[in-house]
């Protein structure tokens, strides 16, 4: 059995590289992008050997597709938990709360949406099929604020599986505008771009 070195255990160690890994390869990957950057640079930055990282990674694609997913997984956590615990029921509050706590999950770190929406895209079929899991999961999630809203009396009785995969691609686009824009955009006025696209689409007729 592996043994503690200076009070930490090799687990502890171990999740302590794939952490420098995981910094490493965002930063890495959203400067100098990830076509370019090399498996050995993301050991420099992270301060691990190779030999470190391919005990975690089996390349430098699965370290991007687990940065995806973890941007992902985490505001998609917030927004969740934020709406379970949210007491006003009415449609513009649930739609603004559930708007403000995405937008600033990702763009707390404009690095986030950069991996996400740019370097992320068309790097190979397992990311993508991560990517349509996701898209999937977001859209299905705003169907049913938007089905909770028809409930309630305040949107219209249809559909709204088109809507939501709409909204998701608007969404992204807006937050790859955001990462993009020189000089960078307010993310107020990115928010409030959103809100008002969300709530306009599933009250219309």
Not at 182 to 203: C, M, N, Q
Request: with cysteine; hydrophobic share 45%; net charge negative.
């Amino acid at each position: 059995m592996a043994r503690a070195y200076a009070g930490i255990s090799p687990e502890q160690r171990r999740a302590e590289r794939r952490a420098k890994l995981l910094q490493a390869g965002l930063q890495l990957f959203t400067s100098t992008g990830f076509a370019a950057t090399k498996i050995t640079e993301v050991c420099t930055e992270a301060g691990v050997s190779t030999r470190n990282f391919y005990e975690e990674f089996g390349s430098k694609e699965d370290l991007l597709r687990e940065l995806h997913d973890l941007i992902n997984a985490t505001a998609f956590t917030r927004v969740r938990t934020t709406l379970a615990e949210l007491e006003a029921t009415d449609l513009a509050t649930r739609i603004t709360t559930l708007l403000d706590v995405f937008v600033t999950s990702v763009t707390a770190d404009p690095r986030a949406p950069r991996l996400n929406y740019v370097e992320a895209v068309g790097v190979n079929a397992e990311i993508e099929q991560q990517h349509v899991r996701w898209v999937t999961a977001w859209a299905e999630f705003i169907e049913s604020e938007a089905l909770r809203a028809a409930a309630a009396g305040v949107a219209p009785q249809r559909s709204y599986r088109l809507t939501a995969i709409a909204l998701v691609g608007a969404i992204t686009g807006l937050l790859r505008e955001w990462q993009a824009h020189r000089p960078p955009l307010a993310v107020d006025e990115i928010a409030a771009e959103i809100r008002e696209l969300v709530l306009a689409a599933i009250t219309r007729p």
